[in-house]
């Protein structure tokens, strides 16, 4: 394991501080971690009760970003943790994903209830999450790699294109014959 110079550990530091900052006074939270650090906000997901069935869902998302100080590269990595409780007349359902990778999403809802046209009001968008790492990471002269899942995503995606368009061709060739 290379040793990190005192450059590289401010630059983390100073990369840290940046986004404890900006995060201040908002919902997420920050956690160090051996690798860089954990932003996490709790996603507010609207929960129902129609006659007897009542749902519940909690969703997590955690930006995982990982340090490379030396280089003054990060990765950025979305977890998103859901649980789902339902329970009605046909009986108790719980459900639990975990995503991994790039999550992209915007997530929004207020109450109709006519009472108070402004009440109950929430959006998330997962890339304000993004655009707060990025933009504190770019002030501080950090650039950003692709973290190896979304790489090999990438190849997988583009392997298979170019599984399917030989299969197209071959399909051709074989029709023209």
Known sequence: ???????????????????????????????????????????????WQALL????????????????????????????????????????????TVSVGRSVYVTSHRTLDGSDPGAEQYTFSSAEGHRLIRGAAGKLGWREAQPAGVKIAAGAAILGGLGAIAALIAVAVVKWL
């Open 1 to 47: 394991m290379p040793v990190i110079g005192a450059n590289s550990a401010d630059a983390a530091e100073e990369l840290y501080d940046r986004i404890e900052s900006a995060a201040a006074g908002t919902p997420y939270r920050m956690c160090r971690t051996e690798a860089g650090f954990d932003l996490t906000v709790d996603v507010d997901v609207p929960q």
């Open 53 to 96: 069935t009542r749902r519940r869902i909690t969703q997590v998302h955690t930006y995982r970003v990982a340090l490379r100080p030396e280089k003054k590269v990060f990765t950025l990595t979305d977890v998103v943790r859901t649980v789902e409780y339902e329970a009605g007349l046909g009986g108790v359902r719980l459900g639990k």
